[in-house]
Antibody, heavy 127, light 107 residues
């Protein structure tokens, strides 16, 4: 069974930093693409960023609101995903979900889609 | 940025069929996913690649995508289907994009 367990959520002041972790099990983490998605209180889902597997270069992509402030990394030896959040803003207050990707091969091309979600960890940014 | 538009809310009577739309420019050129989020829970994937159901998702959930509109259809809605539903697609400039979400009420 795929399991994703986020941790590290806390209360921070604007301008401070925080690192989230996502411990995984039940699948081949080193070949998995992973994303972080957040949800502000009472709001919808917002993608934060993605990291590909090292086989696919381990490259990262980020949403515009977090580019330059947030960094996604992975430790395949620990099957763990990270989100380093710097220069936090009040609008970063949200539940942060770790998500793993599934794959399929329509039309003989690889298609990646966000599949299993963790339970989330809460980040509050307030003075 | 790329935007996906969903109706804020829809309602359905138990046992009836309901459709939730998701609109975006040339959305039919991309694959669409749908996620169900019950109150207080994490999102769950119910449709991927426009119309594929993950294992464990009931057959009453189906999807389609053409032109500028993707549609999630629940045939024979049940009380347990009451939730927020989000469409999602990939845009090469914006990344993963979610619709604003649709609150489904079964009454």
């Amino acid at each position: 069974e795929v399991q994703l367990v986020e941790s590290g959520g806390n209360l921070r002041k604007p301008g401070e930093s925080l690192r989230l972790s996502c411990a995984t099990s039940g699948f081949s983490f080193n070949s998995a693409w992973m994303s972080w998605v957040r949800q502000a209180p009472g709001k919808g889902l917002q993608w934060v960023g993605r990291i590909k597997s090292k086989t696919h270069g381990g490259t990262t992509d980020y949403a515009a609101p977090v580019t330059g402030r947030f960094t996604i990394s992975r430790d395949d030896s620990k099957s763990t995903l990270y989100l380093q959040m710097n220069s936090l803003k009040t609008e970063d207050t949200a539940v942060y979900y770790c998500v793993t990707y599934g794959t399929s091969s329509p039309d003989h091309e690889q298609y990646y889609y966000m599949d299993v979600w963790g339970k989330g960890t809460t980040v509050t940014v307030s003075s | 940025s790329y935007d996906l538009t969903q109706p804020p809310s829809v309602s359905v009577s138990p046992g009836q069929t309901v459709s939730i739309t998701c609109s975006g420019d040339k959305l039919g050129d991309e694959y669409v996913c749908w996620y169900q989020q019950r109150a207080g829970q994490s999102p769950v994937l119910v449709i991927y690649q426009d119309n594929k159901r993950p294992s464990g998702i009931p057959e009453r959930f189906s999807g389609s995508n053409s032109g500028n509109t993707a549609t999630l259809t629940i045939s024979g809605a049940q009380a347990m289907d009451e939730a927020d539903y989000y469409c999602q697609a990939w845009d090469k400039n914006t990344g993963e994009v979610f619709g604003g979400g649709t609150k489904l009420t079964v009454l």
